[in-house]
C-alpha cells in the first residue's frame, strides 16, 4: 500500500539534511579537486581546529586545504597548520559569506554564503556547502540565466527550481549531503548578487507547483518548443496530465526559435538503414517528410521512425523538423530547441515580456496545476 505523508517543514525527509530550511549541496562535484582555498568575503567564520581555541577568520582572511595522506592538511593565514580528519567551518554573523577557489586543471572561483564542511575522500576533497534553501535556489536561477531579464520569469524559474528540488530529494539519498551542483540535480555556480532574481525569490517564497493529486509535478522545462509543445509520454513514456502538448505562440520569434541541417542522400539512406529502412524507395522526393503541426513519426514509403529517435541519434536541436529531399543532399528545417516537454523558456520569457504573471505562465505551460506553499505537498514515502 502506498502511503503518504503531508510535509511537514521540521519533519522533512530525514537523512536528506534539509532541516529548518536549510540545504547541504555539494561543490565542484564534476571536478575532483586536491586543494582548495578559502577566503572569508564578508562576516565571521569559525573553524574548530585540531586542538585549542576555536580560529575566528575575517574579511580576506584565508584557509588553504589540500588532501594529505587520506585526511586534510589545513594552514591558515599566520602560517599555523595542523592535520584533521574533516573540517567544519561555520558562519558565525547573519551577513557571512566566502569564496572558494579549486586548484583543478583550469582553476575556478565561486563565491557562497553559509557553512563549509569538508572531508576526504578517495580521489577527491569533498566540499559541502550548507546553506539556507532559498539562498539555494537563487543560485540555480542565475545559473539557469536568460536571455530577457524580466521578474515575472525569474519568478517561474524559482518555483520550478524549488519544485524540481523537492521532488527529486532522494537522488543523494545515501550520501552526505542533499544535491550536487551540477546538472544531474542542478546547476549551482554559487549565490546570486542578481537584485532581480533576489527579490523574485522572496515574493515566491517557499512556493511549488502541484497535481490536483498534491503530488509535486515533474516541472519539465526546455529552451525552445517551436510553437507547440511535447506530450511527456512521447519523450519519457510515462504520460502526465499537465505535461500534454500545447501550441504556443510566444516562441516563434525568440533565439531559438528554427535552425537547420544539411547532408547528402547518401548519408541520410546510411543513416536509415542502420535504423532498419531497406532501400525500396526508388525516388529521393519520396524521403521528403513536412511538419507542420508535430508528428510522432518520420514516414518514408513504408519505412516509419520516430522523430524523438532521430533527434537523439543525429543530435539535433529538436524532433520538430521537416525533412526536404533537395536534389543529391536532405535539408532537415527544424524549430525550437530541446525536448519541447512542459514549461519552453524562450515562450515564458516573452510571456513575462507581455505583462503575463508568473501564475498565468505556469498555468500556461503545465495544464491544470496548482502553485501553492511546499508545505501542502504530499510526499510518497514507498511501498
Ligand atoms: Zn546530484
Ligand atoms: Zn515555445
Known sequence: MIRYLVLVWMLLLPGTGLIKGQIKVRLFASLTPESVVFAVTEGEYEINGFMGDPDVFRKNDLVVITKYDGRLAVKSRNGK?????SLNIQAKTENAS?????????????????????????????????????SYIAGVVRAEGGTQKHKEYFKTQAIIARTYLYKHLDKHLHDKFSVCDNTHCQAFNGVSSDSLINSALLETHGQVILDKDSSLIISAFHSNCGGMTVSSEIVWVTEQPYLTSIPDPYC??????????KMSTEEWIEYLEKSGYTGKISDPALFSFYQNKRWVDYKAGSFTMPFEKIRKDLKLRSSFFSVIAAGDSVILRGKGYGHGVGLCQEGAMEMATRGNTFQQIIEFYYKGVIITNIRYAKVLLGP
Open 98 to 134: 566566502f569564496s572558494l577557489r579549486v586548484n583543478s586543471q583550469a582553476p575556478v572561483r565561486q563565491y557562497y554564503k553559509g557553512d563549509l564542511i569538508c572531508y576526504p575522500d578517495l580521489e577527491t576533497l569533498v566540499l559541502i556547502n550548507r546553506c539556507d534553501v532559498e
Open 252 to 261: 516563434l520569434n525568440s533565439r531559438n526559435a528554427t535552425w537547420e541541417t
Open 81 to 85: 597548520g595542523y592535520i584533521a580528519d
